[in-house]
């Protein structure tokens, strides 16, 4: 958390359509005002540019120790977050380069040692949320949960709310979304966050800038969380680390689900989904089209269908469900219904292990085995690149690009055919 006030009031409306008003602090000396606010230093960041279009208001950060001191200020629990003592107040920004990570000599708060409370309910808050995508998110709710009936365990827990990073997170909404399928979270909120909010809490976690903490980088999301909320995560067994997602209340287009029950009649249903946000995870155009030839070509018993756009791929070939998937639900949905699946490293085979369905999986990240440890319907795919470093975009003389085809391009079909007749 960083506490910070504001010399001007200020309105910010959030992708959702939320609006949310920052008011201006005249007497600094009054710590618990409604009026101080706190963010993670990404959401302050969001802020500060913000107002780079309002010269006369300022961003004035406030000491941690001062406000942490205050008397009705909630105890932090698990691995305590230091954002704050790598913050360059007069500047707004990080005193180590960005692309390094935060804390390497990170101290494990142990969180039974820290419930020493004597109250019998408590209201717990996680600030900034859980994860940076769909992937991180559905694959640390294990964690979540388990960290919620710990607490509850021990006390009533009358509250166990979130706040998200929003002013310039464009997914705040499809966020809010599947955070509020657990039915233990009992609000999801945006910063900035006041202080007479954060005052109404017992308990709470910081997990600002966690995915750039060296353990969240070198353990999977479920052990990395667990680890994060003070738990000893070698002793959690495997059966409590798996995915599961709740949308009961997602009714599917009557169109999709005729549509669906009329092509399961005569084959099963494969998803193919070569594509990422991130471009050395997603396959590229020709080499997803080359890919979708070579399938179509053999003697499947499956309709092949996406919720992308392809290319030149013919509708006759495959069912295309673009118009379906309009958001998050759409695709958990989608996803629910495949009986088999073949993609990249993306969230699609996080959401499928939830639903118990066999994926196939194109890694080009060597560490992916710590991504799928308890994952027991995920088959990795791993793609070598020739390029010592494949995460390097900037190679001017088109190197990148050309390994990065020759690698789709080499994949076999033959191992995808054996992973299809085993595991459907």
Not at 26 to 46: G, H, R, T
Not at 72 to 88: A, M, Q, T
Not at 352 to 368: C, H, Q, R
């Amino acid at each position: 958390m960083i506490f910070f006030t504001l010399s001007q009031s200020i309105t910010i409306k959030l992708a959702d359509g939320t609006v949310i008003k920052y008011n201006e602090e005249k007497n600094q000396n009054e710590i618990s005002s409604a009026n101080v606010y706190c963010a993670s230093f990404d959401e302050l960041q969001s802020i500060r540019n913000f107002l780079k279009k309002r010269k006369k208001n300022k961003i004035k950060i406030i000491q941690e120790d001062l406000v942490k001191a205050y008397k009705s200020f909630p105890r932090e629990l698990g691995i305590k977050n230091k954002e704050y003592n790598l913050l360059d107040s007069k500047n707004l920004i990080l005193r180590f380069s960005e692309d390094k990570s935060f804390f390497l000599n990170e101290k494990f708060q142990n969180l039974s040692e820290e419930l020493t409370s004597k109250k019998e309910g408590i209201k717990v808050l996680l600030f900034s949320g859980l994860g940076r995508n769909i992937g991180e998110m559905v694959s640390a709710f294990p964690a979540l949960k388990i960290l919620f009936f710990y607490l509850n365990k021990k006390y009533k827990v009358l509250c166990f709310d979130i706040c998200l990073e929003a002013s310039d997170n464009t997914f705040y909404f499809r966020d809010k979304q599947i955070l509020s399928t657990q039915n233990y979270i009992s609000d999801i909120f945006p910063m900035a966050c006041s202080m007479k909010k954060i005052l109404e809490y017992d308990f709470y976690f910081d997990m600002g800038s966690l995915s750039k903490l060296s353990f969240y980088k070198s353990l999977g999301f479920v052990d990395a969380y667990l680890h994060k909320f003070g738990f000893d995560y070698k002793k959690i067994p495997d059966k409590f680390k798996q995915n599961e997602i709740n949308i009961p209340s997602y009714k599917p287009e009557n169109h999709l689900k005729e549509l669906l029950e009329k092509e399961k009649k005569y084959s099963k249903l494969l998803l193919f989904h070569p594509f990422s946000a991130e471009g050395a995870r997603s396959m590229s155009q020709a080499g997803a089209n080359a890919l979708l030839k070579k399938l179509l070509k053999q003697d499947l018993d499956f309709k092949i269908f996406t919720v992308l756009n392809i290319g030149d791929s013919k509708d006759k070939d495959i069912l295309n469900l673009e118009k379906f998937s309009k958001s998050a639900f759409d695709f958990f949905y989608l996803i629910s219904q495949a009986d088999a699946i073949i993609c990249v490293d993306t969230a699609t085979y996080h959401i499928a292990e939830a639903f118990l369905i066999p994926s196939l999986v194109f890694f080009t990240d060597k560490d992916y085995e710590k991504r799928i440890k308890y994952y027991n319907f995920t088959e990795p795919y791993y793609l070598k690149s020739s390029l010592k470093n494949f995460a390097r975009t900037d190679y001017d003389d088109g190197t990148f690009i050309l390994a990065k085809l020759n690698m789709w391009k080499n994949i076999k079909v033959k191992k995808i055919l054996n992973f299809l007749r085993l595991n459907t």
